[in-house]
């Protein structure tokens, strides 16, 4: 498919991340009160102003979970009528007075989170992480091939891009020392993730195909990861206080349909799917990614680029897999993919497998890292890149600001 050209003269630039093709739905605030926004070129459209054809009341409250809960006939016909609005120049005149520049707004969570899961879908990232902590002969647990494993995690811990995120208090066991401690965490680290954001409701079980058509679309999702929290903590019911600091996702949506000319299959499977979680068509995307890392007042070093293709399983099939036992699913849930590791030592998604635990520092602009300083900014990007333009994510970000003081009962106990 060719670059869609819009009377926004900006969107239609080859290196935009958000040309007619792409259409993300966001949340802003100019100053004068939040309001469900559209990105094209280097603007924000305003979607209640202008003749959307919908019901108003879908967009009566700064959230697009109205327009997700009211399913797929809405999603295509507010999609195809923003096509027109902002590609036809017939409609240039009615439809600019509602645009803002988006150097001129805040932008803030697009929808409310209803529930988070997070899974482990990528071989690359399973494999390292294994190796490290159980050898490489029992790299991937027995049960990794055949399952799309996943933990819940906390809808109340999503933030958007920009939110600072406090380097984590918990209990951490250092390996010389008997006993644990309460202290800030030593291994702070980002965790590389694609976002995909359930639409529809469901209840009872759903197919994969089902599940996709469910999807409303995905972000960049950064699950901040406390590591030597983790070490101590998840035996035997899995990840929990490492993972409830922040989990950072990318302030626009980009819809499933804006990526449907991006779809790929998934891997060779190494052992043989049970059946319902078989494909019936690619259900994975070609997305580039990458994330930066810039120390406080250094300039920003990419230090991963990788791409979402290569995951074993699809948000699709964990969505399924989701549904299976009878747990039904809600607009507005949220279903982290898994840190995104590729084959390649600059294509690992997290700082623990750059650094190989901590053993062998990343370089960056300023100094080394094998986690997390206070003061770091890592920004999260990705696009779907076509013939003469992009899908783009836009960005997700954050900086780690230190450890919050405790408070004196607190300091007391840990003295
Ligand atoms: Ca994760």
Redesign the pocket.
């Known amino acids: 498919m060719p670059l869609m050209t819009s009377w926004v003269e900006a969107a239609n630039a080859p290196d935009c991340d958000f040309p007619l093709n792409n259409l993300p739905y966001g949340v802003f605030d100019d100053g004068s009160g939040a309001r469900m926004g559209v990105a094209i070129g280097d603007c924000v459209l305003d979607v209640a102003r202008v003749d959307h054809g919908l019901d108003p009341d879908l967009f009566s409250a700064p959230t697009w979970n109205s327009v997700m809960a009211s399913g797929p006939a809405t999603w295509d016909a507010l999609r195809a009528r923003l096509m027109v609005l902002l590609g036809d120049p017939a409609y240039g005149a009615a439809v600019s007075p509602h645009l803002v520049a988006q150097s001129d707004v805040r932008l803030l969570m697009p929808f409310t989170v209803t529930e988070y899961t997070?899974f482990y879908a990528s071989k690359h990232h399973a494999t390292n992480v294994g190796t490290m902590f159980r050898g490489p002969e029992n790299a991937l647990p027995p049960n990794w091939l055949s399952i799309p494993i996943g933990y819940n995690g906390r809808a109340s811990s999503v933030v958007v891009s920009g939110t600072p995120v406090h380097r984590p208090w918990g209990q951490v066991k250092r390996p010389d020392e008997a006993l644990p401690q309460f202290a800030p965490s030593a291994r702070f680290d980002l965790?590389l993730?694609l976002g995909a954001i359930v639409g529809g409701p469901s209840s009872g079980m759903v197919s994969v195909a089902e599940a996709d058509e469910m999807i409303f679309g995905y972000v960049l999702l950064n699950?901040w990861s406390a590591r030597d929290i983790q070490a101590w903590e998840y035996q035997p019911l899995g990840p929990f206080q490492a993972k409830a600091t922040a989990t950072t996702i990318s302030p626009w949506i980009v819809t499933r349909a804006a990526l449907e000319p991006f779809r790929t299959t998934s891997p060779e499977r190494d052992r043989p799917l049970l059946p319902y979680l078989h494909e019936p068509g690619p259900m994975l995307y070609d997305i580039e990614l990458s994330v930066g890392l810039a120390p406080q007042g250094a300039s920003e070093t990419i230090i991963c680029r990788t791409n979402y293709g290569q995951m074993y399983y699809s948000a699709a099939q964990q969505l399924c897999h989701h549904t299976t036992s009878g747990c039904s699913m809600r607009t507005g849930d949220l279903l982290?993919s898994?840190?995104i590791s590729g084959p390649d030592k600059d294509s690992r998604g997290s700082l623990l497998e750059m650094s190989w635990g901590g053993k062998e520092p990343v370089e960056v602009a300023g100094g080394q890292r094998c986690f997390l300083e206070d003061g770091d900014t890592l920004t999260l990007y990705g696009a779907a890149c076509g013939d003469g333009y992009r899908i783009g994510f836009g960005t997700c970000s954050g900086t780690v600001q230190p450890a919050i003081t405790l408070p004196d009962w607190a300091s007391e106990a840990t003295s």
Do not use: Y
């Open positions: 997070d965790e993730e699950d982290g898994g840190t």
